[in-house]
């Protein structure tokens, strides 16, 4: 590995006599690790070693092949470097059972996001944000199949939520960093490394908390972390925000035999708590605690400065939306457990549902974000049938003895992710069928008697037409 050199002088001010040890490690095979969705149905699992700063999450032995494995797509289980799961203690230390408003600001692909959403309460709202619009799809895919309605997805930069004033009771910014420990992963995040980037990505960082800050409730949390090694990211920045605002440095309680590592930075002792991989089983990662101070005076309820919004008056277009009806209403209702728990709405053609908690606050953040997925959608009307959209089969709260179900082999599974035809069994009725693999729901199918309709998201598919010989999954 040809690393830079000013990056190893900067490492070896910071690691000493285990410089050696430290370059080292990052010429090794990095280690693969999952995180079970505790939501779902989770079999016997045969894990050589946990995780032990997290729940339900496992190293694995070897890389199984993730993309071929029919339980990973349906949300049973995220592919999650194992020190980023840190993040877990702070929640579970600080926040606990309480009903929060969450916000992970640069959460794409959405391993923090997922893992967010299974440690505040279930009842709690998680707002997952991805500021890049080529990324936030697969943010969207990969939390509507963890399967929480409580989620709302987000393509927005950090200013724009400025205007939601404490609003949030927690907010997670694991902000773009330069990168430095990622690098035995990423040959690329070598390339472009160099001093000059460390001094953008710092200061982006910085304007980032700048922007974001007002939304934080005082007291509030704010959780700041990095995938970086140098003070200058981490120690240093953190220093800032206690300087610039007041926050105050919150310590974690850590088993020695985690061996994290504390502050480096010579003349600061706050709590901080860095993942070395030659000390630590899992990628470089770094994170604080900072809590917002409470002085202030604030009501319960956000204030909110609304912005009107230019609307397209496109006058020459004046097709005739598919109708949303009331037995259409009743159906979708009829498709989820505890129905009077949620606010049914029509958009366009389709039917969502949103926790009736949330219901205003969706609202004000439709006001201030480009909102990407909010709830669950339960279906589309085209001509007279309303047809389950893929959410509802990746919903939790899907009622399974609304749809009759045909369970696969894993032939079968593969090809239904495929998007390719699937035969069903001669004695299936027809119309819409949730399809399982090992009793786990896969998506839907609209069966017409010789055949069925595969209605698998096409952007979701599995592309490869390649199935690799001895297929080794997770479970």
Not at 22 to 46: H, Q, T
Not at 259 to 265: D, H, K, P, V, W
Not at 368 to 377: D, E, K, M, P, W
Request: aromatic share 10%; charged share 25%; net charge negative.
């Amino acid at each position: 590995m040809n690393l830079p050199s000013s990056f190893i002088e900067t490492m070896h001010s910071l690691t000493g006599s285990e410089t050696e040890l430290f370059l080292d490690s990052l010429s090794k095979e990095p280690a693969v690790s999952v995180r079970f969705n505790p939501a779902k149905k989770i079999d016997e699992f045969d894990a050589g070693k946990i995780v032990p700063w997290a729940t339900n999450a496992y190293y694995l032995e070897e890389r199984p092949t993730f993309t071929f494995d029919p339980l990973f797509h349906a949300g049973y289980y995220y592919v999650q470097e194992a020190s980023s799961m840190f993040v877990e203690q702070a929640i579970r230390q600080y926040i606990g059972d309480k009903t929060v408003r969450a916000l992970d600001l640069c959460a794409a692909p959405g391993g923090k996001s997922t893992h967010l959403r299974s440690t505040i309460s279930p009842d709690s709202l998680l707002v997952s944000n991805e500021m890049m619009r080529n990324r936030v799809q697969i943010l969207a895919e990969n939390m509507i199949k963890w399967g929480n309605p409580n989620v709302v997805v987000t393509n927005n930069e950090p200013a724009d939520f400025t205007n939601l004033t404490h609003f949030f009771d927690v907010i997670l910014t694991d902000v773009p960093c330069s990168g430095e420990g990622m690098f035995r992963k990423d040959e690329v995040a070598i390339k472009e490394w160099s001093p000059e980037n460390v001094t953008l990505c710092w200061q982006r960082q910085q304007d980032i908390i700048e922007k974001i800050w007002p939304s934080l409730k005082p007291g509030g949390l704010l959780i700041y972390s990095t995938c970086t090694f140098n003070t200058k990211e981490d120690e240093e920045n953190v220093k800032w925000i206690c300087d610039e605002y007041g926050a105050e440095v919150l310590p974690l309680e850590i088993q020695e035999e985690w061996n994290i590592t504390g502050n480096l930075l010579g003349d600061s002792d706050f709590p901080v708590y860095r993942f070395l991989p030659h000390r630590t089983h899992g990628e470089g990662f770094f994170l604080a605690v900072l809590r917002k101070p409470d002085e202030e005076q604030y009501s319960e309820s956000y204030t909110l400065t609304t912005k009107s919004k230019k609307v397209k008056d496109n006058k020459k277009k004046k097709e005739a939306a598919p109708v949303v009806t009331k037995d259409h209403l009743r159906i979708a209702q009829e498709w989820i457990k505890n129905p009077a728990d949620f606010t049914f709405k029509s958009e366009g053609n389709q039917i969502k549902a949103i926790n009736r908690v949330y219901d205003a606050d969706l609202e004000s953040l439709k006001q201030q974000l480009r909102v990407i997925h909010s709830g669950i959608c339960l279906g589309e009307v085209k001509g007279r049938d309303l047809i389950p959209d893929h959410s509802l089969a990746m919903s939790t709260l899907l009622g399974h003895d609304s749809f009759e179900t045909c369970e696969l082999t894993y032939e079968q599974a593969i090809a239904y992710l495929r998007k390719e035809a699937i035969s069903l069994p001669e004695t299936t009725s027809k119309g819409f069928i949730l399809l399982t693999y090992r009793q786990t729901p896969l998506g839907f199918v609209k069966n017409i008697g010789q055949r069925a309709n595969n209605l698998y998201p096409q952007e979701w598919r599995i592309r490869s037409g390649y199935l690799p010989e001895n297929i080794k999954t997770v479970v």
